[in-house]
């Protein structure tokens, strides 16, 4: 048991390359946003993002999961699996940039950018490939080839943070101090007037390259088109659609309730302010979603192995703690990572912890959800997530009006722990694992205790502060030794071996 979880360990970190550390580089451009953009021209940002993470789910329509559940069951048909999922979701995302191409300036007016169709333009391309490169993606991942998969994904990332490190910083810099030959050459290739423009057609390139970098991968043997597997896959997915529109809904909704809720004179800087304190979560958001990308695949690979039960219970377990870690440091540490944010976006900070505390219990309803993905009953992920959606909606309707960007904070908290509540209770019937639910929440109590007492102790300096703030994280560390034996027994071997050395 301790072997498969160094190797989803190992995975998880090597995913974490270009989802970690990629993902984090390319956060790190907010900093750069929201210096550089008022507060409503993040908005913008933040609101076009949340489209397309809500269109994305349509697109893919939830193909990656069927892809790593009918390779496994089928492994001597594993080409026409890939083609037939990867050939769906190229029709629907065609379908997709057709009709985003034709009606653009429409759609732009509906959603209140008439001078810009240009976006609708460059999102629809963006949002189809994306969709598109999700199942070759996906097949690296179930191939088990995370170093290829990371490589790819860094090309990526690392030519959209380029562009825009170009368009957003160097570029204007270069027009108000250059020489006029300089400025004359800069100005073939940029106008000021685009600007958070920039920003999507960094994207959009960057988007494009990876799609070019991903073609091997796409044509590696012939792409077979299966009309019954497709039928069962589809089957299979669509309770998964279902349940990741849902669960999108209650990631990225929130954005663009406000912007139609809040006033409009104010809607956009609120939508920006939130959109850039919901990123400082970016260590925890970045670390589940590595760990997805690696534990997929690892569950259902480890789903006829007799232990299985017990191993997805201590997964459980080590995620959480690990997640708690995160929450700590940075809200132990937040006198620093404020700054990871511009002055004039600081004044929604208070929405941190709640996000935070949000997003681990969203994690631990990714491992729960594994019951139903591993025993085909996909219609209770689409259940559970339709019931968080509404829980979502209607927390955001009725109090945004009254509370703002705090009412859609505290949505995403109720919304996942119920859902948490909602899957652990069905799980027990259908799958029951021996999660050691006790401990799990004596962790999570001892986080949040530490959290408030930390908030008592007033600002000294910041060397006393920050060690202050190392002293309470290793107090959580003795706190997990001291409430689990697992935990002595898995750290012992270690510390014993590093005594030796």
């Known amino acids: 048991m301790t072997n498969a979880i160094k190797r989803l360990a190992g995975q998880t970190a090597i995913y974490g390359v270009s989802s970690i550390i990629g993902r984090l580089l390319n956060y790190l451009l907010v900093p750069v946003y929201t210096n550089y953009f008022l507060t409503h021209e993040f908005g913008v940002i933040a609101e076009m993002y949340s489209y397309v993470a809500i269109l994305i789910v349509i697109m893919t329509h939830g193909m990656e999961t069927a892809f790593f559940r ?8 594993k080409s026409k699996i890939f083609g037939t999922a990867l050939l769906s979701v190229f029709f629907i995302a065609s379908l997709f940039v057709l009709f985003t191409t034709t009606f653009s300036r429409e759609i732009a007016e509906m959603m209140r950018y008439p001078d810009h169709p240009e976006y609708v333009l460059w999102f629809g391309i963006i949002i189809g490939l994306d969709a598109l490169m999700s199942i070759p993606f996906a097949r690296l991942r179930a191939e088990n080839r995370p170093v290829h998969f990371a490589f790819i994904k860094l ?20 027009m108000e101090n250059g020489s006029p030959r300089v400025v004359a050459m800069v100005s073939a290739i940029y106008n000021p007037d685009i600007g958070v423009g920039y920003v999507f057609i960094s994207n959009l390139v960057a988007s494009s390259i990876t799609a070019i970098l991903l073609l091997p991968v796409i044509f590696r043997g012939k792409i077979v088109f299966s009309f019954l597997t497709w039928r069962h896959m589809l089957l299979y997915a669509l309770p998964l659609l279902v349940a990741g529109l849902a669960g999108i809904l209650n990631e990225a909704l929130d954005k663009i309730l406000l912007k139609y809720m809040l006033p409009e004179d104010i809607a956009m800087s609120q939508v920006g302010i939130y959109g850039a304190c919901y990123r400082v979560s970016v260590l925890m958001v970045l670390f589940i979603q590595a760990f997805r990308f690696a534990a997929e695949p690892f569950f259902f690979a480890e789903y006829k192995n007799e232990n299985a039960k017990a191993l997805y219970a201590r997964v459980m377990k080590v995620f959480v703690v690990t997640c708690l870690f995160i929450f700590l440091g940075i809200m132990l540490y937040m006198d620093i990572i404020q700054y990871f944010i511009g002055k004039d976006f600081r004044e929604g900070l208070d929405v941190v912890p709640i996000l935070l505390m949000a997003h681990i219990f969203l994690g631990i309803y990714f491992n729960l959800s594994i019951w ?30 009254r509370f703002g960007y705090y009412a859609s904070a505290w949505a995403h908290l109720v919304c996942y722990l119920f859902m948490t509540l909602i899957s652990w209770l069905w799980a027990r019937k259908h799958y029951p694992v021996p999660y050691d639910i006790g401990r799990i929440f004596l962790f999570i109590a001892a986080a949040l205790v530490l959290y408030r007492l930390h908030g008592f102790i007033p600002a000294i300096h910041n060397l006393v502060d920050w060690t202050i703030s190392a002293l309470f994280l290793a107090v959580f560390a003795f706190a997990v030794l001291a409430i689990d034996q697992e935990a002595r027994e898995t750290i012992r071997p270690a510390v014993r071996k590093l005594l030796k050395r």
Request: hydrophobic letters at 60%.
């Open 155 to 174: 090309m990526g990332i690392g030519v959209n943070i380029i562009l825009v490190l170009f368009f957003v910083m160097a570029c204007p810099w270069v």
């Open 372 to 401: 139903y993905k591993l025993t085909g009953q996909t219609r209770f992920g689409a259940y559970i997530a339709v019931i968080g959606a509404a829980i979502t909606i209607l927390i955001n309707v009725l109090f945004i009006p």
């Open 70 to 77: 009918f390779s496994e069951q089928e492994v001597k048909e």
